[in-house]
């Protein structure tokens, strides 16, 4: 076989390529930094002589050509797998939706679940001297999809960085059907917010103190958990290692510290393992033709069975609200989507599944409104319609910046008060009185 033949009579336009789309179709547009860009604006022309299509995708860091139509609802749907600001603002425009699923099981689901994907357009790396387009720092489920899809189409992009793998973390010139060489744009960058607050600042602290040497860490996306990526890259902690569903901007900045060898994991040893990457290009050159770090499919990096063969596993994600019962929202604020289930519950679960492992659930204790109002993230109840992410059985550690408390095992009364004391002081005998109103308190209680 002649790759680099093959590779030209698979070239052709963007706007060629999207002529393929058809009424009712089912199209997938990859994830995070894959997705497409020249192949989004050629079918964002054509957009309003469709109907009725349906588009996979998620963590969207830039608007697509295609959200920007007149009537987007009259002509498609997005169904994301995760919402980023961008996919919220289209929630309420009345043409997206989430799909609930565990972020696990998404490979599993497409070859299983899905039957038959009309088209998947993605950005790619060039092809190798093998044949292999890399997907980046973005494997997760892309593979999967590409295997369901009558149809793939893959956008070149020189500056996708190339992503080393164990598997799944690229396709080859012959599972391709059509290659269009885009423009080159840089990658999208995902900042992580503003600086750490005093806040984030006293949570990382009270979170690095649970972490021993030779630890294998998972960060989630957020103020706080980079904030104890910070803390970690400047502490005297050593042979740490990496296993996350997100590789984030703090992992390079611990790395270059000197504190990443992965020598003491179990499996991929001395590898830094993620299933996707966003962030600043600081990561994305660091990922790059990088031996140290593995990219793979969520169903390897999230599987709890996998976690769980990590000894000293540190799981450190937020939370937006947690009730005295102990279940954390991390997804919505009453019915307002925020985010999406994510991999947050398998990384629970398989931290505790570790010998030595902890998972944390971190938040702050308060959050103003628009007019200053301090509203508790801790509350009786969760707010009307927000979703459980973690029930109450899973979590291990909850972390506020009023301190730290373990709630496995504990019972509705002990859950209460551990919960409660590590609320805002001004909401603390409100939420008291609520949980003796909900039969969680007994009079043996601190109060």
């Known amino acids: 076989m002649d790759i680099h033949a093959l590779y030209e009579q698979k070239l ?6 999207v002529a393929i789309v058809k009424d009712g179709d089912w199209l997938d547009y990859g994830w995070a930094t894959g997705t497409p860009v020249l192949l989004d604006r050629a079918l964002a022309k054509r957009m309003s002589e469709l109907s009725d299509i349906k588009i996979r995708g998620g963590i969207l ?3 697509p050509e295609i959200f920007k139509i007149e009537d987007p609802a009259a002509h498609f749907c997005w169904n994301s797998w995760h919402m980023s600001g961008i996919e919220r603002k289209a929630i309420e425009r009345g043409f997206a939706f989430y799909g609930a699923l565990r972020y696990s099981e998404l490979p599993r689901w497409y070859r299983e679940n899905v039957g038959m994907i009309d088209a998947v357009m993605i950005q790619v790396a060039p092809m190798d001297e093998h044949g ?3 997907f980046g720092p973005s494997a997760s489920h892309l593979k999967a999809a590409c295997e369901v899809a ?5 956008e070149v992009n020189e500056n996708m960085p190339r992503c080393m793998g164990g598997f799944e973390e690229g396709i080859h010139i012959s599972d391709v059907t059509m290659v269009v060489e885009g423009e080159n744009p840089p990658i999208a960058e995902l900042g992580a917010g503003g600086p750490a607050t005093e806040v984030d600042k006293t949570v990382a602290t009270l979170i690095t103190e649970e972490i021993p040497n030779g630890a294998c860490l998972q960060l989630g996306i957020g103020g706080m958990p980079n904030a104890v990526g910070s803390m970690i890259a400047q502490s005297d902690l050593k042979d740490l290692g990496v296993h996350t569903e997100m590789y984030v901007d703090a992992f390079v900045d611990i790395a270059k510290a000197g504190k990443i060898t992965g020598a003491r994991k179990s499996i991929d040893r001395g590898r830094q393992v993620f299933a996707f990457g966003a962030g600043t290009q600081k990561l994305y050159d660091y990922v790059s033709n990088n031996p140290a770090c593995m990219s793979a499919p969520v169903s390897y990096t999230n599987d709890a069975r996998t976690i769980a063969q990590l000894d000293n596993f540190i799981s450190i994600n937020n939370a937006v609200d947690v009730d005295l019962f102990g279940q954390v929202s991390s997804e919505s604020s009453g019915i307002r989507q925020i985010s999406g289930a994510g991999g947050q519950l398998d990384f629970v679960l398989g931290a505790y599944l570790s010998k030595g492992g902890k998972s944390f659930i971190c938040c702050s204790s308060t959050f103003s409104r628009k007019d200053g109002t301090l509203v508790s993230r801790i509350r009786p109840t969760l707010e009307n319609g927000s979703v459980v992410t973690d029930a109450r059985p899973n979590v291990h550690w909850l972390v506020t910046e009023y301190g730290k408390v373990c709630l496995k095992g504990l019972s509705s009364w002990q859950r209460a008060e551990a919960i409660i004391s590590v609320a805002h002081p001004e909401f603390r005998d409100q939420l008291i009185a609520d949980a ?3 039969h969680l308190w007994r009079r ?4």
Not at 150 to 154: D, F, P, R, S
């Open 12 to 17: 052709t336009t963007a706007e060629q390529a």
């Open 61 to 63: 860091m830039w608007e």
């Open 132 to 134: 292999y387009f890399n």
């Open 150 to 154: 009558k149809v793939v189409i893959v």
């Open 436 to 438: 003796d109103k909900m």
């Open 444 to 447: 043996s209680n601190k109060r």
